[in-house]
């Protein structure tokens, strides 16, 4: 199956320095990955849509100046959040869309990456 | 996308089929049922997914209603590894990739 991985898979930062995370399809090229956010005992929210070689699209309420994303190849897209703060400690997870054949149009999603903001 | 309605949580025990209901009853000619799940502190799991026809695979089965207001997912041996939320969404594959999470079920496979 098709495989999606983070780094990292938790960190843990001091108030209002920045995080990146990566998120790489391993097996295949995605032109489209996502970027969910879940807090505790809440269910995915989806905060961007990341397109390879353009700009990523936000969900409302996102703010893309805080949440920067860069899909800058078919196997790699970047999500950091700037000067983070302890409210954007959460669970952050990445999924990559699939194409073609029986699949359709089915999304891998990565491990996550669990945020601490100090 | 159609709303989806689940059962909030359902036990179930080990080594027997376990059977998740979703109601989609808006649901359009155009839009596909998909089940994911997420076992705790873990990333969603893609499971199964299906238009009109049941479906299976070596996880799980799907069976959609002729009317295709309702599915099932069918875990046919459950274990204690299938102790997740499980979420049933329907979506428009067309044109719009964004999967939207509900609540979910939280099914716990007891030994």
Known sequence: ?118 | DAKTTQPTSMDCAEGRAANLPCNHSTISGNEYVYWYRQIHSQGPQYIIHGLKNNETNEMASLIITEDRKSSTLILPHATLRDTAVYYCIVRFTLNDYKLSFGAGTTVTVRA
């Open chain 1, 1 to 118: 199956g098709a495989v999606v991985s983070q780094h990292p898979s938790w960190v843990i930062c001091k108030s209002g320095t920045s995080v990146k995370i990566e998120c790489r399809s391993l097996d295949f090229q995605a032109t489209t990955m996502f970027w969910y956010r879940q807090f505790p005992k809440q269910s995915l929210m989806l905060m961007a849509t990341s397109n390879e070689g353009s700009k990523a699209t936000y969900e409302q309420g996102v703010e893309k100046d805080k949440f920067l994303i860069n899909h800058a190849s078919l196997t790699l897209s970047t999500l950091t959040v700037t000067s983070a703060h302890p409210e954007d400690s959460s669970f952050y997870i990445c999924s990559a869309r699939v194409r073609g054949g029986r699949s359709l149009d089915t999304q891998y999603f990565g491990p996550g990456t669990r945020l601490t903001v100090l």
